[in-house]
């Protein structure tokens, strides 16, 4: 067994619990504030607002939040599985990161907002996955090393 097949078991596995828990927060009504007047306006305005005052979302938004948590928790079990999911959610979040710096792209055409704070957040989801994904090569782990 190699370290980095465990971290990328545990990766996988609190990166898709996260996600999840991220996805239902943006169904919270009480979580979710009512975007500005001069917010972009989105065609899919189901759940349209401030998670958290910071980070906007819809409806769309969070389903793929959920969809990603549950696609991590799943890859969890297999390390090729959550390989995999390390880097999906590296070049998936390092592309909404760069449509979301487009103002033409910043909603998805209207789909789902991906600008603002969530940039930034989109990209940090990016190198922390493409650090698992793609990181420091697999070291042999020898129990008996351990102190």
Sequence with gaps: ???RDLRLDKFALYYGI?????????????LVQTPPINAPKIAVD????????????????????????VWGIISAKDTHKALIFARGVTIFYG?????????????????????GHDVWLHALSAL????????PPAHVYHPEMQH
């Design 1 to 3: 067994m190699h370290t």
């Design 18 to 30: 996260l996600f999840v828990l991220v996805g239902i927060l943006g169904f919270v009504p009480g």
């Design 46 to 69: 189901t759940g349209y607002g401030w998670l958290m005052g910071l980070f906007a979302v819809n409806v769309m938004h969070n389903l793929v939040h959920l969809a990603i948590g």
């Design 95 to 115: 592309l909404l990161t760069v449509l979301g710096m487009i103002p033409a792209t910043s909603t998805l055409f209207g789909l789902a907002p991906i600008f």
């Design 128 to 135: 922390v996955a493409g650090y698992f994904g793609y990181g």
